[in-house]
């Protein structure tokens, strides 16, 4: 399979009309060929109205249908091999090791989703047996299942390009629930896209699903992709990205005739908190995992460790010139695209000058769009006082806040925004109450605690939450990697006395199914 500059609508290759883009290899700053035409509004009306047609013949589906087309796409992404991980490494700058992971993890969610349709506790079907002779009322028979909500947009984001993008974890919630999806592609990485979209396309047609489950089309943001968030027929969004495209996009779902929910993953600095006994007696490995975890992707992750927190210690001053030492000279590779790199540069720049900020160390740009890494510090009533200290710095830089107490450090956490992580770093001798309300306050803040670890690397799994308070993401109530991600494209619609014959087969009474269920309050005994 080859890149041909297509976008794909209702399952026809498509090239766009409405202007061209490029790929780009921000490692030698060259074009890549060929060029991609980008659609029209009227294309991306057509891929709504195919989704909406798509959408009645799909909702129908069986879950072990959906379960094949997910399993599918994902050996169609496999089959790609080489052809896939060398566009990839053209279009990011990214290494093969790297984007061979994420294509494990891609193939890997696609299963999982599969898995987890086929299990059927994701319905959470309850059911209320009919009660005709209680007092003073009869109870009717109440049956609940999850059906799914109709056409998703979703956007992906230019640091994940196969994980959170075209066949990425909203695309596969999405199918797996049994809703159409249409990709804004990410103009970052067309030709991945344009890859990854096939795979899909042959996948539905193989297994004959109605061509419009899927079309993904190419455009800017502002127009097309807002354009199809604007569409009536479309019923949620998917998104990651940057805080200002998440909130454009929130508020222009909300002032649709009929508001719809956007799912956006965005921005998060994710605090890392080293207690004093943990930091005294390992603080050269720290300072060492802890660089590992900054420099990897050029610090390109949302899960980014952006924030330290640590007590004022001896400890502390050693984990510093640990940190120099390892960060000196060194450079954290090429950025994604130019102007993900301009805008670390200007981001970075803004806090470094900061009157209250003092560098502690800073690395080495060599080459394009090259990431030159810095480790900065500030007082804890500094950073408590001055918001503007608190954005992210979208690679890697990361800003240690000094404390002086262990109230300090604890009303530094307080102060923050909404995050996707929290990490706790202890050991059995740090004081155990200072630990419980560490705790205590991330709880409030984060949508994940870690312990002893560090937050790149987000395992696709059932217990899974890639969620947390805003601005981390637009709903913290769920999550847009694991299992528990399909829950943002379903809806609970209960069946009250509906005849056996009529039901559908997750609330009828002999189980046909044989899913997980709860009949009156209990598990279904099967
Ligand atoms: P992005 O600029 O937000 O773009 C993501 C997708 O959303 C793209 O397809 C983009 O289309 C679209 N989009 C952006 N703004 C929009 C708007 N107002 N209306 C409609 N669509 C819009 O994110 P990115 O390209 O992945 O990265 C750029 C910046 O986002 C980074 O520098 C970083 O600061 C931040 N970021 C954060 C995270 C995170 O998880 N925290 C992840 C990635 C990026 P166009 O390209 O056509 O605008």
Not at 269 to 293: H, R
Not at 340 to 360: G, Q, T
Request: negative net charge; glycine residues 10%; aromatic residues 6%.
């Amino acid at each position: 399979m080859s890149v041909q500059g297509n976008m794909f609508i209702g399952g026809r290759a498509v090239h766009g009309t409405n202007g061209r883009i490029q790929g780009f290899d921000p490692k030698i700053n060259e074009k890549l060929e060929p060029s991609f035409g980008l659609a029209t509004c009227e294309d991306a009306d057509e891929a709504c109205v195919l989704a909406a047609g798509a959408f009645q013949l799909f909702r129908k589906t069986s879950a072990s249908q959906r379960a094949d087309l997910l399993r599918l796409i994902a050996d169609n992404i496999m089959a790609l091999g080489d052809t896939l991980i060398e566009r990839g490494m053209k279009e990011t700058g990214l290494p093969a090791a790297r984007l061979e992971g994420e294509r494990a993890r891609t193939a890997n969610q696609l299963r999982l989703f599969a898995d987890v349709i086929q299990d059927g506790s994701w319905q959470d079907v309850r059911i209320d047996t009919a009660l005709p002779d209680r007092q003073p009322l009869p109870r009717p028979f109440l049956g609940v299942r999850k059906i799914p909500l109709g056409p998703v947009v979703v956007f992906g984001s230019s640091n994940f390009p196969l994980a959170f993008s075209v066949a990425g974890g909203d695309t596969a919630s999405a199918l797996a629930a049994g809703c159409p999806v249409i990709v804004k592609g990410h103009s970052a990485h067309p030709g991945v896209s344009e890859l990854i979209g096939r795979c899909i396309v042959d996948a539905l047609a193989e297994l004959n699903f109605h061509p419009g489950t899927f079309s993904l089309v190419f455009g800017s943001g502002n127009e097309i992709g807002q354009h199809l968030v604007s569409h009536p027929e479309i019923k949620a969004v998917g998104f990651t990205g940057s805080q200002s495209g998440g909130t454009a996009l929130m508020s222009l779902a909300q002032q649709r005739e009929e508001p719809i929910p956007v799912y956006a993953e965005m921005s998060s600095i994710n605090p890392v908190v080293f207690m004093p006994a943990s930091l005294a007696a390992q603080t050269a490995s720290l300072a060492e995992q802890f660089y590992a975890s900054l420099m990897m992707g050029a610090g390109q992750f949302c899960t980014n460790p952006g924030l330290v927190i640590a007590l004022k210690s001896d400890a502390l001053t050693h984990f510093k010139q640990h940190m120099s030492k390892l960060m000196e000279g060194n450079c954290a590779g090429s950025m994604l695209t130019p102007s993900i790199f301009s805008s670390y540069c200007e981001n970075k720049s803004a806090l470094i000058n900061s009157p209250e900020v003092n560098l502690i160390t800073q690395g080495h740009s060599e080459g394009h769009n090259a990431c030159e890494p810095a480790f900065v510090e500030v007082e804890a009533s500094d950073f408590i006082k001055d918001r503007a200290l608190h954005r992210e710095v979208f690679g890697s830089f990361s800003m240690l806040v000094v404390c002086n107490s262990e109230q300090e450090a604890l009303d530094v956490l307080g102060s923050l925004e909404g995050q996707l992580t929290g990490t706790i770093h202890y050991s059995e001798n740090d004081d155990q109450t200072f630990a419980q309300q560490l705790i205590d306050t991330m709880e409030l803040k984060v949508g994940r605690i870690l312990f002893n670890g560090f937050p790149t690397g987000v395992e696709v799994s059932t217990a899974m939450v890639h969620g947390g308070p805003y601005p981390s993401t637009s709903n913290s109530q769920t999550t847009s990697v694991g299992s528990m991600a399909i829950e943002r494209f379903v809806r609970p619609v209960c069946y009250q006395n509906v005849p056996n014959t009529l039901l559908p087969p997750e609330i009828k009474p002999n189980n046909p199914l044989s899913i997980p269920r709860h009949i009156d309050g209990e598990p279904e005994k099967r």
